[in-house]
């Protein structure tokens, strides 16, 4: 397999579930600006939606959307219990998640890295995350993870909320996810995706 990267996006999210998994994979970096491979592939022939991540399967096909690859890398080692089992109910609560990390917190996030946001717009946007990190932390309560056990629905939390600190949102108001972004960064998988992506020294 391979995963098509760029440092700390939301692809860092199957970089550590991939790790955590210990799957064999191969990394290759992406240049979004200019939409070309470390390798000098054009990326938009990879995936036209010209985005990360993608991963690269053994069949020669591409997945494409975080949420479908976490759950495709959690299926390929099911005794680690990354992903409740395909059809369970535990496994819609994990989808829950996973389409609300998408839709309510990466792409909120995610948008405040645009320089071009108006303050008006910029101050909606905090304010809505604001109340988004009060579900989660509500839901988290003291709970280790978001589903109990460690699991994809993690990767995917740890790799938004690490945005926070670059677009100015403190998360001291919730010290339940200050203490659960320390927890993650314990983890080996964690600690090794940041370094090799150049982002821990
Ligand atoms: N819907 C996609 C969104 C992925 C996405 O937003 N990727 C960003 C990095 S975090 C990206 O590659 N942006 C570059 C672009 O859209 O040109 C998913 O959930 O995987």
Redesign the pocket.
Known sequence: MKLYY?QG???LSPHIALLEAGLPFDLVKVD?KAKQTEKGENFLEINA?????VLGLDDGTVL????A?LQYIADLKPSLHLAPPAGSRARYALQEWLNFI?SEL??PI?SLFNQNMPDSWRHSVNELVGRRLDWVSSQLGEKPYLMNEFGVADCYLFTVLRWTRYVGIKLNPWPNLVAYMDRMQERSGVTHALKTEGILK
Do not use: M, N, Q
Request: a positive charge; glycine letters at 16%.
């Open positions: 760029s996006a939301c692809s979004l939606k010209g985005y990360v991540p494409t959307e975080g949420p690859i998408t990466h792409k995610g």
